[in-house]
């Protein structure tokens, strides 16, 4: 299963796009549509990309590392909804968070609880703040995870 338009478009929009990089709120080298810029890719740092080009990086990520990720852990068939949903949720907290998320409990499980689905998402809506490193609530995670989990329903 590959992530859809509507998918990579959610991404794309709570991601926002930045030509050059930047610092995230989880303190690391960011470019794009939310890439992280690893060893290797230094060259992002004097670049200054095009939206077109900050989604074919945004294809790539998706599909070679999270899409698969996703799909690899899944153990039943889910609608392209919610895998849409789940690849937005691993891209943003990363496959470890995914693996120990209840997202991903509830979708191998079959749960159509609609409170649970909301509360699972919900859960991954703190950012830790660079100067205490304690985790606090973020307006804009606790947005974006509201629009993955009426993705993940709808």
Same mark, same amino acid.
Not at 59 to 74: F, I, P, T
Not at 122 to 148: M, Q, Y
């Given at each position: 299963?590959?992530?859809?338009? =509507?998918?990579?478009?959610?991404? =794309?929009?709570?991601?926002?796009?930045?030509?050059?990089?930047?610092?995230?709120?989880?303190?690391?080298?960011?470019?794009?549509?939310?890439?992280?810029?690893?060893?290797?890719?230094?060259?992002?740092?004097?670049?200054?990309?095009?939206?077109?080009?900050?989604?074919?990086?945004?294809?790539?990520?998706?599909?070679?590392?999270?899409?698969?990720?996703?799909?690899?852990?899944?153990?039943?068939?889910?609608?392209?909804?919610?895998?849409?949903?789940?690849?937005?949720?691993?891209?943003?907290?990363?496959?470890?968070?995914?693996?120990?998320?209840?997202?991903?409990?509830?979708?191998?499980?079959?749960?159509?609880?609609?409170?649970?689905?909301? =509360?699972?998402?919900?859960?991954?809506?703190?950012?830790?703040?660079?100067?205490?490193?304690?985790?606090?609530?973020?307006?804009?995670?606790?947005?974006?995870?509201?629009?993955?989990?009426?993705?993940?329903?709808?």
């Amino acid at each position: 299963m590959r992530i859809s338009p =509507q998918g990579l478009a959610l991404i =794309q929009e709570v991601e926002g796009f930045r030509a050059r990089w930047y610092t995230c709120a989880a303190g690391k080298p960011t470019i794009g549509y939310g890439h992280v810029i690893v060893a290797g890719e230094e060259r992002y740092y004097k670049a200054t990309l095009s939206q077109a080009e900050a989604l074919d990086l945004l294809r790539q990520d998706v599909d070679k590392e999270y899409g698969a990720h996703v799909a690899s852990r899944l153990h039943r068939d889910v609608t392209q909804h919610q895998f849409d949903a789940m690849v937005s949720l691993c891209y943003n907290i990363g496959t470890g968070g995914f693996d120990k998320s209840s997202v991903l409990a509830l979708a191998n499980a079959g749960s159509t609880s609609v409170v649970a689905i909301k =509360q699972a998402f919900g859960l991954w809506n703190k950012v830790t703040n660079p100067n205490t490193k304690v985790k606090e609530i973020s307006k804009g995670l606790t947005i974006r995870r509201a629009r993955e989990a009426a993705l993940y329903l709808s």
